[in-house]
Nanobody, 111 residues
Framework: QVQLVESGGGFVQPGGSLRLSCAAPIITFSIYDITWFRQAPGKERELVARITGGHITNYADSVKDRFTISRDNAKKTAYLQMNSLKLEDTAVYYC?????WGQGTQVTVSS
């Protein structure tokens, strides 16, 4: 059973940056897709970004050109680099890997 460990959330002002990490220490890490979702208060969970085992990426329109998803297969970790953060990016961010959810990490964008 894989256990996902997320980190990197926090408080940031609009226009700032944060990098989230999701570690999934299993031998077959490299072949699976990894997806970041987020859920804002009172809203449904939504897909933010996905990276396949072949490093193909796709993004929600709301974060394109601001967020970058990547993975380091040697470290068995995925990342979500978030730049030019906006108030509406405030949410709990979850990674999803091999049918498992991370514990979530809070991102708060506020002035």
């Amino acid at each position: 059973q894989v256990q996902l460990v997320e980190s990197g959330g926090g408080f940031v002002q609009p226009g700032g940056s944060l990098r989230l990490s999701c570690a999934a220490p299993i031998i077959t890490f490299s072949i699976y897709d990894i997806t970041w979702f987020r859920q804002a208060p009172g809203k449904e969970r939504e897909l933010v970004a996905r990276i396949t085992g072949g490093h193909i990426t796709n993004y929600a329109d709301s974060v394109k050109d601001r967020f970058t998803i990547s993975r380091d297969n040697a470290k068995k970790t995925a990342y979500l680099q978030m730049n030019s953060l906006k108030l509406e990016d405030t949410a709990v961010y979850y990674c999803y890997f091999k049918d498992k959810w991370g514990q979530g990490t809070q991102v708060t964008v506020s002035s």
